[in-house]
C-alpha cells in the first residue's frame, strides 16, 4: 500500500501537466523536452541495467540503440518529405498503354464461337441493322398522308379508280400516300 499510493499522485501530477501545462508550449519546446525526456530515460534505463547489458551478446547491445535510430529515421523522413513541398518538382507520370476490346472471334470458347457465327450469318441474309434502320426510317416518311391536299386527294382517288380496275372504289392510291 506504501507504493500504491505514490504511483497514484505521480500518475495525476503527470496527467495535470499533460492537460494544463503542455498545450501552453510551443513546437519547439515540446520537441526539446520529448528529446530530453528520451535522452534521461535511456540514460536510467541503462544504468539500472548494465550488468544484464554486459552479459548479453555484442548484438543485443545493439537494441539500446533501436528507439534513438528509429526517431533519427523519422526526423530525416520528415525534413525530406516537408522539403519536397517547396521544391516544386512534379512526379512523372506513366502514359498507360491502350486496352483493347476483345472481340468474340477471337474466343476460344465453342460456345461463343457458334453464336458469333449465328450473327455473322443473320446479318449476311438481312443486312447489317443500321441498313434497316435507314429502311424503317425511309419507309414510316413515305407512307405520311399529307393533310393540306386531303380534298384533291380525293378528287385524284376517283378518277384513279375509273383508270384501276383491279382496286376497289375506296382505295388509298399511291400518289396519295406519296409513293412514287
Known sequence: MELFLPSILIFLLAMIVVMVLIPQFSPIIIVSLAI??????????????INEYRQSTWQNTLLLFAPGIFIIAIFIYLFFAIGSFFTGGKVPVPVMPEMSNPSADSATNS????????????????????????KANNTVGRLKRPVNNAKNNSNNSKNNNSKNNNSPPNAITRSQLGIV
Open 36 to 49: 530530453a525526456l528520451l535522452v534521461g530515460g535511456m540514460y536510467n534505463h541503462f544504468s539500472m541495467f
Open 111 to 134: 460456345i461463343t464461337s457458334s453464336i458469333n457465327n449465328t450473327m455473322n450469318a443473320t446479318n449476311s441474309l438481312f443486312g447489317s441493322t443500321e441498313n434497316n434502320s435507314k
